[in-house]
Structure formats: structure tokens, C-alpha cells
């Protein structure tokens, strides 16, 4: 990619396999319009094998849950930390708040954009300090939701960035029908806990159906309970 400041390179480093982080285009958007030169490292967790320019892929068990997962977690930051010490970068944009703690060591005297798209960890306590301080030490934090207001820090300012981009749909009709109504989940799959009481609470509705797009950790348990 040009870059109009030779010296310029930042890092975005993302927590999934591509296809289930949309958010990332937001960056990429803005990265190509400023002619800002970047590199994307990644953990291929759902083993999709995806081609893309600029690219470095981490390969590692990324389907356990709960505690298992951590192996994969700190392959990841092994995998980093050594991908880090041969390039050198201007700026990191880290798409993950529990990536952002298992390598706030790094971060902490970086110049880091932090992304936080959903609660994960706040409840256990080491989590929570490390990853208030994490926060806290970045020059830009961004949420999804306003909601995650009531759990982050207050004294920190935040940018809310939903996963929307600027999408012309002029001309474009959409089919519509009012005898169904479908409900979508695009993304990775966890959160059984909170999945199984949504569910629950719209099994009576008329005409509403649900459909998860994506794969993830709860997949398979999903499946069985439905």
C-alpha cells in the first residue's frame, strides 16, 4: 500500500478469523484513504485459511472454551510478541480488550487504538484491573453500544464505532414479507448462557424464526438445545 509518510506502519491485531470481525473494515477504510501503510496479524481460531494482502497469520487451537482457550491465548501472544520485535510499528489498533490485557506489558508505553465489542472477563478481578489499565494507557478507546457505559471506566471518554459503513442503497429493493419475520445472529458463536435465554424468551412468537450465521464455541451446544 502507498504511504504518503514512509515512516508511518501500524498494526492492527485481530482476535478471529476475518470473517467474523466486519469491524475491521472500518479501520481498513479509513487506513487506504489516508494512505497510511498497515499490517493486519491475526489468529485464524475457526481454521479458515483466509488469502488477504498485508496479512500475517497465527495458527493455534482456537475452539476450547472457558479456561482451555487460554493455551490458545498465549500462543498468540508468544506469536506477537516475537512478530513485534522484528517490525516496527508506529501505531497498534488492537481489535480485542482480552488480547489487550494478555499483552498490556507491550502496550502500556505504545500508541494503541483499543476496540471493545462485547463484555467478556469484567467479572474476574485480575481481569478487570489489567484491563481498566489498559484502557486507560490507550490514546483511543472505541465500543459498539452505549450500553457498555455501565461497565467500563468512567473517567475514560469513548467513541462509539458500530459495525456500520457507508453503504449507498439507492435503487435497491428489498424483499419484504409480513407473513415471516427473521432474526439473525452474524457472528461468533458463544455466550450460551445468554443465547439459551434469548432463545427461550422468543419460542412462543408467531411467525419469528431465528438463524445464526457464523461458528464459534457454542455451536455445537446450541444445535443440542434447540
Not at 472500518?26 to 494482502?53: A, C, Q, T
Not at 516496527?88 to 502500556?108: E, G, H, P
Not at 407473513?179 to 419460542?203: H, P, Q
Amino acid at each position: 500500500m502507498r504511504n504518503t509518510n514512509e515512516e508511518e506502519l501500524v498494526c492492527i491485531v485481530v482476535p478471529s478469523s476475518l470473517r467474523y470481525v466486519p469491524y475491521l473494515e472500518l479501520y481498513l477504510d479509513i487506513l487506504k484513504e489516508k494512505f497510511v501503510s498497515y499490517e493486519i496479524v491475526y489468529w485464524d481460531r475457526f481454521g479458515l485459511n483466509e488469502p488477504r494482502e498485508n496479512c500475517v497469520v497465527y495458527r493455534g487451537g482456537g475452539l476450547a472454551k472457558g479456561i482451555f482457550l487460554l493455551p490458545g491465548y498465549w500462543g498468540f501472544r508468544r506469536f506477537l510478541l516475537e512478530y513485534f520485535k522484528r517490525r516496527k510499528f508506529t501505531k497498534y489498533i488492537i481489535l480485542s480488550v482480552q488480547v489487550a490485557v494478555f499483552i498490556y506489558d507491550f502496550l502500556r508505553d505504545k500508541d494503541y487504538i483499543l476496540d471493545i465489542r462485547d463484555y467478556s472477563h469484567e467479572s474476574f478481578f485480575p481481569f478487570r484491573i489489567i484491563s481498566r489499565l489498559a484502557i486507560s494507557s490507550s490514546s483511543l478507546t472505541c465500543i459498539s453500544s452505549e450500553g457498555f457505559l455501565s461497565w467500563l471506566p468512567s473517567e475514560k471518554q469513548y467513541v462509539l464505532s458500530p459495525n456500520l459503513r457507508d453503504v449507498n442503497f439507492e435503487g435497491e429493493v428489498a424483499s419484504f414479507s409480513r407473513e415471516s419475520r427473521v432474526i439473525s445472529y452474524v457472528g461468533a458463536i458463544g455466550y450460551f448462557a445468554s443465547n439459551t435465554k434469548f432463545i427461550d424468551g422468543i419460542k412462543g412468537l408467531k411467525r419469528w424464526s431465528l438463524r445464526y450465521i457464523g461458528r464459534g464455541t457454542e455451536e455445537v451446544n446450541l444445535k443440542q438445545y434447540v
